[in-house]
């Protein structure tokens, strides 16, 4: 069983559709969440950044941790075609930067 | 302000050859880490590296390296390069350990 598990797609959704994406862990030591935007041949972006438990949200983003269930996460509003990319998750621990990245998932959002 | 830079941006080597990667860090941050992405894959953890020590090593062979300099950069080295070292490679940094981490464009390696 992987540490990070994420529906890699691809996720085809109209604009201005609610995209809800996903990833379980089974580590409970994890910390911190954060989610990452990556276009094609591009380094990851940063989207949010959460610690422990709770809802966070950020303009269209909203990022949800729930460690009771080691569950992540992240839903946008009125998706556009410039959302389209891959959505990774990656919880970490002991430190923001030891991050264990899942599979992503491929989003596109057509006109 | 610049963000983190990386370069080469692109290098083709041959098997068994050495490849040294660059990196620098965003200014004022101390943390520098490195993350190997095959493609269809997400990153995966190398090494973390603050205040010039190694703080945390994923599961990789010896064959890599990395060090960090007094003024936080940093170099991964990578020796005997194999086919399946053919990746993306990526340096985020931080404020310390325990903040948001930031990334690079990456250097796209491949190995023939």
């Known amino acids: 069983q992987k540490e990070v598990e994420q529906d890699p797609g691809p996720l085809s959704v109209p604009e201005g559709a609610i995209v809800s994406l996903n990833c379980t862990y089974s580590n409970s030591a994890f910390q911190y969440f954060m989610w990452y935007r990556q276009y094609s041949r591009k380094g990851p972006e940063l989207l949010m950044y959460t610690y422990s438990s709770g809802n966070k949200e950020d303009g269209r983003f909203t990022a949800q941790v729930d460690k009771s269930s080691k569950y992540i996460s992240l839903f946008i509003r009125d998706s556009q075609p410039s959302d389209s990319a891959t959505y990774l998750c990656?919880?970490?621990w002991g430190g923001g930067n030891k991050l264990t990245f899942g599979t992503g998932t491929q989003l596109k959002v057509e006109l | 302000d610049a963000g983190v830079t990386q370069s080469p941006t692109h290098l083709i080597k041959t098997r068994g050859q050495q490849v040294t990667l660059r990196c620098s860090p965003i200014s004022g941050h101390k943390s520098v880490s490195w993350y190997q992405q095959v493609l269809g894959q997400g990153p995966q953890f190398i090494f973390q590296y603050y205040e010039k020590e190694e703080r945390g090593r994923g599961n990789f062979p010896d064959r890599f390296s990395a060090r960090q300099f007094p003024n936080y950069s940093s170099e991964l080295n990578v020796n005997a390069l194999l086919l399946g070292d053919s990746a993306l490679y990526l340096c985020a940094s931080s404020l310390d350990v325990n903040t948001e981490a930031f990334f690079g464009q990456g250097t796209r390696l491949t190995v023939v």
């Open positions: 990656a919880p970490g």
